[in-house]
């Protein structure tokens, strides 16, 4: 039996051979050097310093050398995997350092860009307006009252002191829902919300309603079926005209500043006597009646446009709503929201308020 060999020191195997592994070592230097972000360097570590690469199977070899050999071996071998792990753990740091910046460069949000991709939407200018008219009447302690848009034939027409045959039924082209004796309309006034009122409660008296109100008008610059009013109504001891003058006066200065001209004009109404229609000076030609040489087109030459009518409640109607008219008396109005909104912002077409579009209506919407 013969010993170990401790003699024979063989030739080097290839895997220790000084040249490979200085070569798998540029290799893999340079492979770190090309990896140009994380993921490419994780692969690099792999394959230049994963469990099958050139230097790990090298490193593997060592054992089985014989002394000698494998002390140069060993050195060569741990130099050139320390050489590696080094350029690893720079070019991670550098990668790392990279990405981070990358990542603050990509993922930076642009505090200046505009932040309405998916524009809200306001609320309709009409719906504002009539709020705002609600509060400058809840401010003098009126209340708000409501009724129904599909209204009865009697509320509409016959409790206002307008009969059957009385010709004011013609003066507002009504929209029947239900003929018949009991007849429903679509309410052409917010009149009615008054015989509510005065049907339901004991004066004093003081309501505004503003609502939706229907007549089959055609649809123009100036008309629609569907326009909006608010009804006033102050029902107390010692009510008069002045009392009414000096209330509207009020809205109107509340709705269109000091120094707005309005004027009162005799006119007729069944449920009022005596009875006015309010007008406000053009906003247009401001009373001139001309625009450009022409005959104004918004109040056709006449230099005012009706806001609403008005008057000391008619005690009939006091009566037929159960109010006794011996000890109150009482002052109604009914004004335009349509038209207070069009002079308020000179409005011209109509239309706008009822077309829906949004360009028309956002630029009311940061109104508050
Ligand atoms: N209801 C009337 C109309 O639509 C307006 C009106 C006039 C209302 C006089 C009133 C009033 O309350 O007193 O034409």
């Keep these: 039996m013969s010993g170990p060999n401790t003699e024979y020191d063989p030739v080097q195997v290839t895997p220790l051979d000084e040249e490979h592994v200085a070569a798998v070592r540029d290799e893999a230097l340079a492979a770190i050097a090309g990896a140009t972000d994380l993921a490419a360097l994780k692969q690099v570590r792999t394959d230049h310093a994963g469990d099958r690469s050139p230097l790990a199977l090298a490193n593997r070899e060592i054992g089985a050398l014989p002394p000698q050999a494998r002390k140069d071996a060993g050195r060569r071998v741990g130099q050139a995997r320390g050489a590696v792990n080094q350029a690893f753990a720079k070019r991670q740091a550098e990668l790392e350092v990279e990405?981070?910046?990358?990542?603050?460069?990509?993922?930076?949000?642009?505090?200046?860009?505009?932040?309405?991709?998916?524009?809200?939407?306001?609320?309709?200018?009409?719906?504002?307006?009539?709020?705002?008219?609600?509060?400058?009447?809840?401010?003098?302690?009126?209340?708000?009252?409501?009724?129904?848009?599909?209204?009865?034939?009697?509320?509409?027409?016959?409790?206002?002191?307008?009969?059957?045959?009385?010709?004011?039924?013609?003066?507002?082209?009504?929209?029947?829902?239900?003929?018949?004796?009991?007849?429903?309309?679509?309410?052409?006034?917010?009149?009615?919300?008054?015989?509510?009122?005065m049907l339901t409660r004991t004066p004093p008296i003081y309501v505004v309603c503003p609502g939706r109100v229907f007549r089959t008008d055609e649809y123009d610059a100036t008309h629609s079926p569907v326009f909006h009013q608010v009804e006033g109504l102050a029902i107390d001891e010692g009510i008069s005209m002045a009392h009414l003058k000096g209330t509207l006066d009020h809205f109107a200065t509340a709705m269109f500043g000091e120094g707005i001209t309005t004027r009162f004009r005799p006119s007729y109404f069944p449920f009022t006597e005596p009875s006015a229609e309010v007008d406000l000076v053009c906003f247009v030609c401001r009373g001139s009646r001309v625009v450009d040489g022409a005959e104004c087109r918004t109040c056709r030459g006449e230099g005012w446009i009706e806001w609403g009518g008005c008057g000391v409640v008619n005690p009939r109607v006091l009566r037929a709503c159960g109010v006794d008219s011996e000890r109150y008396s009482g002052f109604a109005f009914g004004m335009g929201i349509d038209r207070t909104l069009m002079f308020r912002h000179a409005i011209a077409d109509l239309r706008d308020l009822f077309e829906g579009d949004v360009r028309f209506t956002t630029a009311f919407g940061s109104e508050l």
């Excluded at 990509?106 to 991709?117: A, G, Q």
Aim: hydrophobic share 35%; charged share 30%.
């Design 99 to 197: 990405a981070e910046e990358r990542m603050l460069v990509e993922e930076t949000v642009d505090v200046t860009l505009p932040w309405d991709r998916t524009p809200r939407g306001s609320r309709h200018p009409i719906t504002t307006l009539s709020e705002r008219i609600a509060d400058v009447f809840v401010a003098m302690g009126w209340e708000v009252a409501e009724g129904p848009v599909i209204e009865a034939e009697r509320l509409n027409f016959d409790d206002l002191n307008i009969g059957p045959d009385h010709p004011a039924r013609t003066m507002q082209d009504t929209f029947w829902t239900d003929p018949g004796d009991d007849a429903m309309v679509l309410r052409t006034h917010t009149s009615p919300v008054q015989a509510r009122t």
